[in-house]
């Protein structure tokens, strides 16, 4: 089994919370560097070394790093894009924890599309649902097909948490539907809700960079955007995306983290109508009964629960 190694460089004050984003998305086996760790090493053991060459100081000099280390495979690369998402916010909200950047190990940022795309194969998804690459061919099939490229954003369907998402939409949606997608990454789910028959989808995203690549996934299946809109924004704080996202919606997903669903719970209602659903996703197992009973504190009931791969998703009423 081949393994990606990968950095992500911080300030010191951001070493545990990058720590925790990971964990969050299910990594594990960590590799912490701080430098002042290094120099209290230094100051303090002084019988353990009478001599450190100039080279080890330089490569520890400012550094602040977090390692780790994913399988080179379709659910290593999907994970990658969900950290790159989630860091993406991070960056957004603590630019005290600047430069918080991410790296590959011998790896440049450019050549990361073209490797993951070799594991990226269709996928049937529940009982109606065809995933295709756009660089795939699929034979003929009564299964409803959507095609996408995700590039770098998050949402390839082979993720646990888009999974659970897709299978509830198929279930759910009927015809007709209006769909707010919070966190929308490649656009997947808004875009799946509108294939299986949803009439309008508003999606966003805190990374501007899905906005080109949604509408441009969007237009892969035959969606304009007279039923489609995606903006770019903080769905917690952006409050003239708030005023556009309007209301009356018959589902609003969001796959995104558990923190954020905490602080989504008591602020989705609004958005909804009188029976409409709230579709929450990307929670990992250690946090499951955490989410599940914050959003019963928030009025929310949990119609049907879905797990797999160690992650939850929570279709509320």
Known sequence: MK????????????????????????VEGLVIDDEADFKDFLENNHQYWDYVDDELLAEKHGKCRVTFYLEESETGFSTLAQVRIALSALKKQHPEYAPLLLTMEN????????????????MEIGERLLVIPEWEQTKPTERVKLILNPGLTFGTGSHATTRLCLQALEKHIHGGEKVLDLGCG??????????LGAEDAFACDIDDKCVGVAYENAALNG???????????????????????????DIVVANIVADVILALAPQVRPLLKKDGWFLCSGIIDDRAVEVADALRLAGWAIMEARESEGWFSYLCK
């Open 186 to 195: 490649s656009g997947i789910l808004s875009i799946a809700a509108l294939l």
């Open 223 to 249: 969606i304009g955007r007279e039923h489609y809109t995606v903006r770019a924004g903080d769905v917690l704080s952006d409050k003239r995306l708030a005023r556009e996202f309007g209301g009356d919606y």
């Open 107 to 122: 790896v440049e940022d450019a050549d990361w599309e073209n490797n993951w795309k070799q594991f990226y194969k269709p």
């Open 3 to 26: 393994w990606l190694e990968l950095h992500i460089d911080t300030a010191r004050a951001g070493l545990e919370p990058v720590s925790e984003l990971l964990r969050e998305q299910g």
